[in-house]
Structures are given as structure tokens and as C-alpha cells.
């Protein structure tokens, strides 16, 4: 069992930055993929990165590459998102996710999921 808590989220202004990080229980952390995912209004969850357990492999959405940095601390049982030259259209509620399939990250099942973390990126 693994849970998951994100923070960081909050309004920023197009352009800026935010770091995302998702803090969780457990001694099996650094045994899990992890990934961040979110959610828009009216559209459909999307995967926008994800890291292997081991941190030697990453993958991230089209939308957010060159812009988005996922990392992870297994000392620290901490997965980050670094989002840099927000967009307006980044604008949802991003959740963190543990993996334990041996799948491609991309279309693997997540076992747990966190509550969510509201990201609003004004104009």
C-alpha cells in the first residue's frame, strides 16, 4: 500500500514556475514508476510525465517536453514535477500515481493515486 500527497500547486502567472511534489508512505516508494498526471475541466485525465524506479528512465507528454522536469528522490520517498514556461492551457488539477506494471510508463496501470493539486496559470 502506498499513499500519496501532493503539494505545490497555486495561481501563477504565464511564463512562471512551479514545483509539484508528491511525498509518499511507505518503504516500497523507491520500488514504484511514478507519474504525473492531470486533469482540465471538461477534458480527460492525461499522463504529462512519468519516471521509472529507478530514475533512469523519464517520459513526458508532447504538450510539456522542454518545459517540464519529473525527478524523484527515493531517500526521500518524493517525486517532483518542475514546471517552467507555464501556459494558461497547463491550467488543471495535477495528481501523482505509483505503478508497480512493468508496462511502458505511457500506457501502464497506476495503482494509487493522490488527492490532486490545483495548478491555475493566468493570461
Known amino acids: 500500500q502506498v499513499q500519496l500527497v501532493e503539494s505545490g500547486g497555486g495561481l501563477v502567472q504565464a511564463g512562471g514556475s512551479l514545483r509539484l511534489s508528491c511525498a509518499a508512505s511507505?518503504?516500497?516508494?523507491?520500488?514504484?514508476?511514478m507519474g504525473w498526471f492531470r486533469q482540465a475541466p471538461g477534458k480527460e485525465r492525461e499522463l504529462v510525465a512519468a519516471i521509472r524506479w529507478s530514475g533512469g528512465s523519464t517520459y513526458y507528454a508532447d504538450s510539456v517536453k522542454g518545459r517540464f522536469t519529473i525527478s524523484r528522490d527515493n531517500a526521500k520517498n518524493t517525486v517532483y514535477l518542475q514546471m517552467n514556461s507555464l501556459k494558461p492551457e497547463d491550467t488543471a488539477v495535477y495528481y501523482c500515481?505509483?505503478?508497480?506494471?512493468?508496462?511502458?510508463?505511457?500506457?501502464?496501470?497506476?495503482?494509487?493515486w493522490g488527492q490532486g493539486t490545483q495548478v491555475t496559470v493566468s493570461s
Open positions: 500515481a505509483a505503478s508497480s506494471s512493468p508496462a511502458p510508463m505511457r500506457t501502464a496501470r497506476y495503482n494509487y
Open positions: 511507505g518503504r516500497t516508494f523507491s520500488t514504484y514508476n
